[in-house]
């Protein structure tokens, strides 16, 4: 089975601090994706990768960065973390072309 | 652009009732179209998908058939259980326009036994 892993399922950070989300897929997936999920908004995709040290922005990427320095391991970075970040976050992999995404269980972040 | 429309939820149901959860979508291209599900406290999780006019998805007694001619992707099941509540959301992804899936918002579907 695939797994993907996030570091923490909950989090709680205060408004100013640098935040990191970590994410880990054991399937040698070339592919990993940020997703933030809000009620009503569904998911918005942040940035995601296609290789290792490569990265592309999403449809949301203000106040984010990503790190993807090995192939099974992709970073969220919030800089300065504010209240409007206070989200579940998702991360998710695929193979090449594959249209199927596995998903994580998600990280809840309070940004107080 | 590409945009993916769901009915609002909640949806409440008791077992054994039938349920349909709306889609519409709208695409700049030729899309595939998925249901994911999401269980309390998980992931989200593939759960049927079509890839072209016509298709029908099924999985776990869920099925949903891509309409052309209506834009839509409607996810049906005909006796649902309390196992079923849940968050679906309806997606897209444009073929051969990269590997970009467009969610649509969700709807929490809770099923009382």
């Known amino acids: 089975d695939v797994k993907v892993t996030q570091s923490s399922r909950y989090l709680v950070k205060r408004t100013g601090e640098k935040v990191f989300l970590e994410c880990v897929q054991d399937?040698?997936?070339?592919?990993m994706f940020w997703y933030r999920q809000d009620p009503g908004l569904g998911l918005r995709l942040i940035y995601f990768s296609y290789d290792v040290k490569m990265k592309e922005k999403g449809d949301i990427p203000e106040g984010y960065s990503v790190s993807r320095e090995k192939k099974e391991r992709f970073s969220l970075i919030l800089e300065s973390a504010s209240t409007n970040q206070t989200s579940m976050y998702l991360c998710?992999?695929?193979?090449?072309?594959?249209?199927?995404?596995?998903f994580g269980p998600g990280t809840r972040l309070t940004v107080t | 652009g590409n945009s993916v429309t769901q009915m609002e939820g909640p949806v409440t149901l008791s077992e054994e009732a039938f349920l349909t959860i709306n889609c519409t979508y709208t695409?700049?291209?030729?899309?595939?179209l998925f249901w994911y599900v999401q269980y309390p406290g998980e992931g989200l999780q593939l759960l049927l998908k079509a890839t072209k006019a016509d298709d029908k998805g099924s999985n776990k007694g869920f099925e949903a058939t891509y309409r052309k001619e209506t834009t839509s992707f409607h996810l049906e099941k005909g006796s649902v259980q309390v196992s079923d509540s849940a968050v679906y959301f309806c997606a897209l992804i444009i073929r051969n326009a990269g590997n970009m899936l467009t969610f649509g918002g969700g709807t929490r579907l809770m099923v009382k036994p």
């Open positions: 998710a992999s695929n193979k090449g072309h594959s249209y199927e995404q596995y």
């Open positions: 399937m040698d997936h070339e592919n």
């Open positions: 695409a700049t291209g030729y899309p595939s």
